[in-house]
């Protein structure tokens, strides 16, 4: 069964930790995107990346790293430098990165 | 002109009702539109690509307005189950990547 997995789907952590969201696709995407989304906005492009081993900055990179070794697989770091990490987190995959994008079911971050 | 820019609403209609959602875009260039639907705390879901002659599925219907750059999205006969915020996705200024609207919310009422 094709999809996009993002764990886990609620996420607590304490003011100056760092803490990675995971994201995986078996769908044989080369494209993948991480978003942010605060309640009552649209989403917010933090990174994406067309290739693996390769990624490129968004709208919104600072505070966040991201890396891609494997194609199925785009973590995402919510570094200590961000300064308001509570968020919705949605990653996305697509064949290109001008196609439809396909989204798991996210990951609520909570700041304490 | 932003980027990507929606009428954020809300949109509050009659079962039945006909609703027309637009969305302006800045790139000229753009070749790549389209229609997401989200419900509250969910992820967004595809609704439809846009095509430049247009595209209908089933009580949906989107068209590509090049000279004025906007994409809109017609629903008719609205249903309850068609409640949610509907977003617009298009190429940014640059060419480098899509992006999202901020959505435009749908309520339909019985």
């Known amino acids: 069964d094709g999809g996009i997995t993002q764990s886990p789907k609620y996420l607590f952590r304490k003011e100056g930790q760092n803490v990675t969201l995971s994201c995986e696709q078996n769908l044989n995407h080369d494209a993948m995107y991480w978003y942010r989304q605060d309640p009552g906005q649209g989403l917010r492009l933090i990174y994406y990346?067309?290739?693996?081993?390769?990624?490129q900055k968004g709208d919104i990179a600072e505070g966040y790293s991201v890396s891609r070794e494997k194609k199925e697989s785009f973590p995402l770091t919510v570094t200590s430098a961000q300064k308001n990490p509570t968020a919705f987190y949605l990653c996305a995959s697509s064949i290109t990165v001008f196609g439809e994008q396909f989204f798991g079911p996210g990951t609520r971050l909570t700041v304490l | 002109r932003k980027e990507v820019e929606q009428d954020p609403g809300p949109f509050n209609v009659p079962e039945g009702a006909t609703v027309a959602f637009n969305c302006t875009y800045s790139?000229?260039?753009?070749?790549?539109f389209f229609w997401y639907r989200q419900d509250c705390r969910k992820e967004p879901k595809l609704l439809m690509s846009v095509y430049s002659s247009g595209n209908e599925d089933g009580r949906f219907t989107a068209q590509l307005n090049r000279a004025s750059q906007y994409i809109s999205l017609l629903i008719r006969d609205s249903k309850l189950s068609d409640s949610a915020t509907y977003l617009c996705?298009?190429?940014?200024?640059?060419?480098?990547?899509?992006?999202f609207g901020k959505g435009t919310t749908l309520s339909v009422s019985s």
């Open positions: 996705v298009a190429p940014n200024q640059a060419g480098t990547a899509l992006i």
């Open positions: 990346s067309q290739i693996v081993n390769d990624f």
């Open positions: 790139n000229s260039a753009s070749q790549s």
